[in-house]
């Protein structure tokens, strides 16, 4: 059974190479992959087909949130292999980042034999029931024939705006069963056209409302000319440009046209929110708060606020921006956005701030940014408004252990962009593994470990509730510094470069350095 | 509201409070625990009450290994916390091989408040569905009042024999809202009695087919008494004594009544069995194999054998063998199981069976065996024989990563014995982060990582189910030596003291030395 790129249509192949030529052809380049014995048949046809790249990740986890990071940079879905229920379930946490992110991902899970699973065997488990809660799109393959079909609808339904989890079960039998030729893609309907009475409803409330009104966007903020079409809209009527918490991937640097971000911290987010009497949400949701607290409203937006959709996520936000920039008559802007001063060399303590401010001074044009720190992340991001234009990606669905793998991700998409990763030690250590693929694959990635080593955001969070603390609780739970993590050591031991600092003057030599040099490195920030 | 390990039953306390009284009351003495926000209040009165101990993780998948170690070393139920529908769902994996090892644990998972769930904030996510597919039990607690019954519950159903999986979701403000007192724990029935119809069908069995006959226990053979009956009956009869390939715990070593294993690799495990006319299944499952192959029975039994169920899980197997062995009037066997020489000082390359002949010669009676290495495991256990008595645990349900969180959870709840850790270097990868807590705890672990730099079983797998093996493939997805781990450098960041050898005479030293000191110590094996 040869494997060719261009399959003699009435030779027998197994059912795994006629799914990977359908794959193949759907636009599938890159399989984030952590295999077990169930999925041999699969490797056998991954490895003899030369337009899908293997990458290998050491943890379920990090293939997850490579394939987010690989599909929120290039907008392709990315394809994983996972084994066995359990497998899946590893990578479940940064499914749901990736899902809430909308990134296009088609997971195959191998699975035991159909003839198998009666027997009920130590590795069984439910595949579909550990799989369907963050699956938007799920289905158990049930013989060679149509498995290559059962792929051309999976990679159709990741592809489906805004962008699916579609997970594939493919029992071993299926993937050795026997078949011919495989199937064609399922070309993918395009976006629905702006609506033109939301269009006009929302010129109406534009015009009546000025600065009391507020364009809260999502994916746009991604995209120039997304941000372009705002910049029209807001600079002719006076309405505020919002982007959500957990936008996926946004422009931001000087130059670009700064939106305001929805802070994390609910009582923050209200302050923004002040005065908005209408929010018009493109293909966003309303604002609420990650979590409840005893003695705080959820609902963000203000008391008696009207809330507009001007499109649904399966439009093109770009489209429908630019259709209601057309429709309010809003000119062109033609002048550049004002440039931000590059910050001085930070002197001192190595805080957040110093940590932002060399960020600003050395990250290159283009970089994609991975960050992941919910406490010094703030603090950080607002330095990074004077540095180049970069693409900021974020921890979209709060599940930890984003940071890493999504960087890792990310540089696979993208070799001839720098990456950078802006991560908390207490939530990289979820997925550290995803270090060693960024040594394996010679990755161009420089991450910054923010060391605080504590849970921070707990220590934070545990007053916000109205909980007691306890000296004995925050040493016994909320500390990770006893003993201190080494991320020297740890980077070392899977392949990684690395150097601690503690004072913002050796931070930014090293970051310097970082920067200009190639393939993947790690910075432990000691902070002050 | 105060907390007090008396509880004032009229004063008003947090529901938080509350269950953890009815959770310490109902014998819970550690909880395992790696919190996020909605878990506060659940912490705070944690950090207030001595008689539970808090254990932190810097990730799920150690957690609940962790939880699996501490319950089968004891036998009583181990208490988890998880955060959320993704921190749950990291805790999967680790779940699914206790539950196969009957382990009896509770999880509380943290969940949003009730009426937060409404606005899909970024973090919500299906605890229920998340948790089911391996939770045996499973409720969503309904508000502060009712919440320490739910724990009482939970309790009962982790301790339901064989042992269960209990999963409680904690709503925040299930947690936080006020009530009184606290629920009693609920009394666990006795095991049902052996049923005589079945011991007197065994005998008969066991009279007729002498040798022919065998018996596959599980549970039994980690109790001295258990593995006395059925020596009596052996002796007595002729019959062969087995135990399950993945049997959680087993008393193994020089004068230990010897067990035959069934083996992983389905082709041996036929071979053990041939002959066997008459399996008697001792509360254990039929022999199947772990996986289906295109050509090779997934059955294990010879054909024409008859298989008989001794018990159920829900009796006790070693009332149920002492049962059986009097009814056959077995005599009592009073002479020592003969001693086996401790092997000689191994020399040259550092095999699996160097490894197990120098830790048979170091591992001090009554050492705890945690035991995670597919491809080389059975080459040390063979050794191991020879070692002064110990327990084995292995691996109960194939999913990668148990060995250390085993090992750690295990040392948690035996700190006066010594356990060693016998540990694949790709699978240690998935749960590395249970180290730490072995650090922070200053836990009596020795980790021994078998460094063959390979998914060594994948490699052995791909030629057994038939698929083509080409060595871009091997390189690319079963090769995990590119860039080889630096076990040392990995341990000494997260603070255990750590040594690389790759002589069988430079192990054997290092072995003695780490015997004799206290604390955790890994040594990485670089085999030949």
């Avoid at 952590?34 to 699969?42: I, L, R």
């Avoid at 064609?184 to 929302?202: K, S």
């Avoid at 590059?342 to 190595?350: A, C, H, S």
């Avoid at 990770?480 to 991320?487: E, F, V, Y």
Wanted: aromatic share 4%.
């Amino acid at each position: 059974m040869a494997v060719d790129a261009a399959l003699d249509p009435h030779a027998p192949v197994t059912g795994a190479v006629s799914l990977m030529h359908t794959l193949a052809a759907a636009g599938i380049e890159v399989c984030f992959a952590n295999p077990g014995t169930s999925e041999m048949h699969f490797l056998s046809a991954l490895g003899a087909l030369p337009q899908i790249r293997p990458v290998l990740g050491l943890f379920e986890g990090g293939v997850t949130g490579m394939a987010d990071g690989y599909a929120r940079v290039t907008g392709k879905p990315a394809l994983t292999l996972l084994h066995l229920g359990t497998g899946f379930g590893n990578g479940i946490a940064n499914l749901h980042n990736a899902r809430r992110a909308r990134s296009p991902i088609v997971n195959v899970v191998g699975d035991h034999a159909t003839w198998h699973k009666r027997w009920d065997s130590p590795l069984k488990s439910d595949v579909e029931a550990i799989a369907r809660p963050v699956s938007d799109w799920l289905r158990m393959a049930a013989n060679a024939q149509t498995l290559s079909a059962d792929g051309a609808a999976a990679v159709a339904a990741a592809r489906a705006r805004p962008g699916q989890i579609a997970t594939l079960i493919l029992p071993a039998d299926c993937a050795w069963g026997t078949t011919v030729g495989f199937s064609q893609p399922i070309p993918v309907p395009a976006a629905a056209p702006p609506d033109p009475q939301v269009i006009a409803e929302a010129v109406r409330i534009l015009r009546a409302r000025g600065s009391a009104a507020a364009l809260l966007v999502r994916a746009a903020g991604g995209d120039l000319r997304g941000l372009q079409a705002l910049r029209r809209i807001c600079a002719h009527t006076g309405a505020r440009p919002l982007t959500d918490m957990m936008t996926a991937k946004l422009w931001r640097g000087s130059g670009v046209y700064p939106l305001t971000r929805i802070p994390y911290r609910a009582e923050l987010a209200v302050q923004v929110l002040q005065g908005v009497s209408d929010l018009l949400l493109v293909a966003a949701p309303p604002p609420v708060a990650p979590f409840a607290y005893p003695h705080f409203p959820s609902w963000l937006a203000p008391e008696g606020a009207k809330l507009t959709s001007l499109c649904h996520e399966q439009q093109d936000e770009v489209q429908v921006l630019e259709a209601l920039a057309d429709a309010l008559q809003a000119p062109q802007v033609t002048a550049p956005v004002p440039l931000l001063p590059r910050p001085d060399l930070p002197r001192g303590l190595l805080t957040a701030s110093a940590i932002g401010r060399s960020l600003a001074r050395h990250m290159p044009e283009g970089a994609l940014l991975s960050e992941e720190a919910i406490s010094n992340g703030p603090a950080v991001l607002a330095e990074l408004a004077c540095a180049a234009p970069h693409i900021h990606m974020t921890n979209t669905g709060g599940a930890l252990g984003q940071g890493i793998p999504l960087a890792t991700g990310a540089a696979v998409a993208a070799p001839d962009r720098k990456v950078v990763n802006v991560q908390a030690d207490g939530s990289g250590m979820f997925t550290l593994q995803a270090l060693w693929t960024q040594a394996r694959e010679r990755l161009d990635v420089v991450t910054v470990i923010l060391a605080n080593r504590a849970y921070a955001v707990l220590r934070a969070e545990v007053e916000r509730v109205g909980a007691q603390v306890d000296e004995s609780l925050v040493a016994g739970l909320l500390d990770i510094g006893n003993p201190a993590l080494d991320w020297v050591a740890l980077a070392r031991g899977m392949g990684v470069d690395a150097v601690s600092v503690d004072s913002a003057e050796a931070f930014d030599d090293v970051l310097a350095l970082a920067m200009q040099r190639r393939g993947p490195f790690l910075i432990e920030a000691v902070m002050s």
